[in-house]
Nanobody
């Protein structure tokens, strides 16, 4: 089955860390730009970070000092390291892959991406 599957979410206390994974199956991730998004209840989806095929990264300013994107094309997986989490980080985190880095960075409708995962829930609470 051709898809992206996120994992690694869960319940974490404020100040804690998580590593999210996004694994591609049925296709090779190395020819795609990748990105992470999140959507909190009642809020619009927001872009977090992206990485091009060349490894160049982009972060939304207010998250760049706490979140880190990386990719391992051998494992066909993209990661998002989340540090110093706070309750405002509670959301469903999604990954996307697209041949057009502009769509990842500038945003597009979910169905416009080549691949978009179902998401993994991150809940930050004491």
């Amino acid at each position: 089955q051709v898809q992206l599957v996120e994992s690694g979410g869960g319940l974490v206390e404020p100040g804690g860390s998580l590593t999210l994974s996004c694994t591609a199956s049925g296709f090779s991730l190395d020819v795609y730009a990748v990105g992470w998004f999140r959507q909190a209840p009642g809020k619009e989806r927001e872009g977090i970070s992206s990485m091009g095929r060349d490894g160049q990264t982009y972060y939304v300013d207010y998250l760049r000092d706490r979140f880190t994107i990386s990719r391992d094309d051998v494992k066909n997986t993209v990661y998002l390291q989340l540090n110093r989490l706070n309750p405002e980080d509670t959301a469903v985190y999604h990954c996307a892959a697209d041949r057009d880095i502009k769509k990842i960075r500038l945003g597009a409708r979910t169905w416009e991406y080549d691949f978009y995962g179902q998401g993994t829930q991150v809940t930050v609470s004491s």
